[in-house]
C-alpha cells in the first residue's frame, strides 16, 4: 500500500473508531456524520490507488463512481451509500438536525455502523 492510500485509509479506520466512540456516549448526530467520513475517505483511497488525487468532493455515489466501485455494488450496498450520503451535509445544518436526530436512534446507528464496516471491509478488498 503506497503512502496516499495508507493516508486515507488510515483516516478512515480513526473515523470509524470516532463513529463507535460517538455510539458509546450517545451522540447519535454525529455517527452517521463519522459513518460517512470513514466511507468517503476508504472511496478516496481507492481513487488514490489508481494514482489519482481524491477530488475534493464529499459525495459519496460520485467518489464510488470516480473510485470505479459502484457499477461492482449490490443493489444493498447502493442504498446504504444513498442513505448515508445526506449524513455528511445535513447534519451541519440547523434546519435539518431535528429532522436527522429523530431518524438516528441508537438502533438505528447500531445498524449504519454494522452496514459501514461491512462497507469499509468490502472497499478494503479493492485495494
Known amino acids: 500500500m503506497n503512502d496516499k492510500v495508507k493516508y486515507w485509509m488510515d ?3 480513526y473515523d470509524l473508531e470516532t463513529a463507535q466512540a460517538m455510539l458509546d456516549t450517545k451522540r447519535y448526530l454525529y455517527v ?10 476508504g472511496f478516496k483511497a481507492v481513487i488514490a490507488s489508481k494514482g489519482i488525487f481524491p477530488p475534493k468532493i464529499h459525495n ?8 470505479l466501485l459502484y457499477d461492482e455494488f449490490s443493489n444493498t450496498q447502493k442504498d446504504f451509500i444513498m442513505n448515508l450520503n445526506p449524513l455528511n451535509i445535513e447534519s451541519r445544518y440547523p434546519s435539518y438536525v431535528e429532522r436527522i436526530t429523530a431518524i438516528l436512534t441508537e438502533s438505528k446507528c447500531k445498524e449504519i455502523l454494522s452496514k459501514t464496516k461491512e462497507l469499509l471491509q468490502w472497499i478494503e478488498t479493492k485495494l
Open 11 to 13: 483516516l478512515s479506520e
Open 32 to 41: 452517521g456524520f463519522m459513518c460517512h467520513q470513514t466511507i468517503e475517505k
Open 60 to 67: 459519496l455515489i460520485e467518489l464510488s463512481k470516480k473510485a
